[in-house]
Nanobody, 126 residues
Framework: QVQLVESGGGLVQAGGSLRLSCTAS????????MAWFRQAPGKEREFVVG????????YYADSVKGRFTISRDNAKNTLYLQMNSLKPEDTAVYSC???????????????????WGQGTQVTVSS
């Protein structure tokens, strides 16, 4: 059974940092683009950042450029999101996702992704 599990969320003060992890099981995603999305209460799911299968292409949303860093360790089947200089508006449930096709281009639309984790809550206090 394919499963993506996020961890590392929590409560942090504005200006602080968190490191999220997403570990996949049931399938190797080393050839799939992956991404982080977030969703705040009452809002649409928002693209945060995506990464190509080999890490050569990374696409950040403007809202997180310079603050967040995505990386992947294909040997561990794990995706990471380092979040620095956190702001209250970063508060959301963060989910990782794997693309529906191997070797695909990095996409920023949720319907391009087939596999999703349950999400981890990130809360940033002011």
């Amino acid at each position: 059974q394919v499963q993506l599990v996020e961890s590392g969320g929590g409560l942090v003060q504005a200006g602080g940092s968190l490191r999220l992890s997403c570990t996949a099981s049931g399938r190797t995603f080393s050839t799939y683009p992956m991404a982080w999305f977030r969703q705040a209460p009452g809002k649409e799911r928002e693209f945060v950042v995506g990464i190509s299968w080999n890490g050569s292409v990374i696409y950040y949303a403007d809202s997180v450029k310079g603050r967040f860093t995505i990386s992947r360790d294909n040997a561990k089947n794990t995706l990471y999101l380092q979040m620095n200089s956190l702001k209250p508006e970063d508060t959301a449930v963060y989910s990782c996702a794997a693309d529906k096709a191997p070797f695909a281009s990095v996409a920023d639309k949720p319907n391009e992704y087939d596999y999703w984790g349950q999400g981890t809550q990130v809360t940033v206090s002011s």
